[in-house]
């Protein structure tokens, strides 16, 4: 499968066009930013990292039935996927209080949730990606039907069922994420773009060590420490 020109580029990847129209090449690119790009950096190795922790995720997630947009994974940074129309909301699966939410609402942070709180936010970085609700996506016609907006949800929670088990056997808490959706050629709603330190946050179950993205968007340092630690949970449980 050729690697065709690119077709977009967004904060941690980029997406190639190949031979096949419904098939793509995605590249993760070092790149580290936050605060909606303001604050920007470079790990080098981190693509590669989020690469094989994103593979290994959606190849868990396949197991227990939710279809994502993987076909395989090429090299070390290099995925071969399916091409989707990607579905602008952000979904987001919080465990735990931390950051925006601690904020919002003034949850102590650190606040362990009754239970898994799903949150919809509008997949636009030019607004800031804004937090929104049912009736928003569909006076934006984000999604074709209230249906859809359950789907999205009844997914966002399977999904953290399953990993939030996956990572307690491997003494990790899973705090939140961030998931994104596509619709293939045939309407399958489809997982999509990745799931890695840069899409969650991580803390260590006994020491509560940040473990994700956090580490540089407050400065912590050691961020290709954090994800190769994340990695090696994963793979050598």
Same mark, same amino acid.
């Given at each position: ?40 950096? #470079? ?5 590669? +990292? %989020?690469?094989?922790? @994103? ?5 868990? =997630?396949?197991?227990? *039935? ?66 929104? #609700? ?5 006076? +934006? %016609?984000?999604?074709? @039907? ?5 789907? =999205?949800?009844?997914? *966002? ?73 994340? +990695? ?6």
């Amino acid at each position: 499968m050729n690697k065709g020109e690119l077709l977009y580029e967004g904060k941690g990847k980029k997406l190639f066009l190949t031979d096949d129209e419904n098939v793509l090449i995605s590249e993760f690119k070092d790149d580290l930013t936050a605060f909606n790009a303001e604050k920007k950096g #470079n790990e080098a190795g981190k693509g590669a +990292l %989020n690469c094989k922790i @994103s593979t290994q995720l959606f190849n868990l =997630l396949e197991k227990h *039935g939710i279809k994502t947009h993987l076909i395989k994974t090429l090299d070390d940074t290099h995925q071969l996927v399916k091409k989707v129309k990607i579905i602008p909301i952000e979904v987001v699966v919080r465990n735990i209080a931390t950051g925006s939410l601690s904020k919002r609402l003034a949850i102590a942070d650190g606040t362990v949730l009754p239970f898994a709180l799903v949150e919809f936010y509008y997949k636009d970085d030019s607004l800031g990606d804004p937090i929104i #609700n049912d009736e928003h996506c569909l006076l +934006l %016609n984000l999604v074709k @039907s209230e249906s859809d907006l359950e789907e =999205l949800k009844r997914l *966002g929670r399977e999904i953290n069922a399953i990993m939030k088990g996956f990572f307690a056997e491997r003494k990790l808490k899973l705090v939140d994420f961030k998931v994104e959706f596509g619709v293939d050629h045939e309407g399958a709603i489809l997982l999509s773009d990745e799931i890695s330190p840069d899409s969650c946050r991580f803390w260590d179950a006994d020491t509560n060590e940040k473990l994700d993205k956090d580490r540089f968007r407050q400065g912590l340092g050691n961020v290709k420490v954090a994800y190769e630690e994340v +990695l090696k949970r994963i793979l050598n449980h």
